[in-house]
């Protein structure tokens, strides 16, 4: 598996597994059939509901935790205790516990919203102890990157966003690497919306390497040094879409996929005050 090295040397997996929306009592099932495929970075987070599974099937798996890496996400604090930094410790315990570990790879803020600077200040402290090897963020549009980045004293090592082959996010790539953010796509095949899978750019591209499409979309996201965390409960595709290292798309060919971006998000926007109500809003303790 081919790393990226995370601006605190940390080295993580560029193609790893994601269980969003995977129901809670098919996660265990779904996890340890990607770890026997040869997945060794596993995505989740505290609003998929999903951990304590995610935990059983790493602890199945008999894998050592030193092969494998882990990310789960804060979800938004709503200051019970009127604290947000105490509130925070508090969530990543419980992320730790409902896993199973004592350590983990990556913990993102899920969203920009609410008050991520308190959040911030504790998964750097989190990170100092050696808790979470590394610290990022999700969702977080440039603006947002750059004010956090520049009022706190650890740069977020990853920010994971929406990105596809019909949401690109050049500009946004290019900032982060000025930053030494690194980009991880979530969504990769933007959950098959635009009819992805049956795209006639796509296919043809797919055609012509002898691959599917859903190969060739991560195999392009991977030259462009994306991180990529697809999601599937299907044994055949989690084998699929882990077999990407073994051909490479042509500068022509990428330069095809570029003409796919309509520069705006499939799903919603982070920016849109019905959104952002709705997303604060929600609760998951
Ligand atoms: N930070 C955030 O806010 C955020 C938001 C969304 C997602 N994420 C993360 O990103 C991960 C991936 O995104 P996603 O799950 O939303 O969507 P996705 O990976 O873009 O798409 C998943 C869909 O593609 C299908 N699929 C997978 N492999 C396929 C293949 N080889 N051929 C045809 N269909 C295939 C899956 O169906 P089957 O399962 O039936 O195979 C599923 O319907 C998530 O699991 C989660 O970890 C993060």
New binding site residues.
Partial sequence: MNNVTLNNGVQMPILGF????IPDDETQAAVEAALAAGYRHL??AASYGNEEAVGAAIKASGIARDELFITT?LWIQHAPTGNVQDDTRRAFGKSLDRLGLDYLDLYLI?QPLGDYYSEWRAMQEINKEGLARAIGV??FHPDRLVDLIDHNKIVPAVN?IET?PFHQRATDQELMRERGVQIES???????KNNL?TDPLLSAIAEAHGK?V?QVVLRWLIQREVVV??????PE?MA??LDVFDFELTDEQMSRIATLDTGASLFFDHRDPAMVSWLGGRRID
């Fill in positions: 994601g269980v969003f929306q995505d989740t996400k899920h999700s969702n994971q596809h979530w969504g990769p095949f933007a959950e098959g899978f599917s859903a965390i697809p999601k599937s409960v299907r595709r699929q879409n």
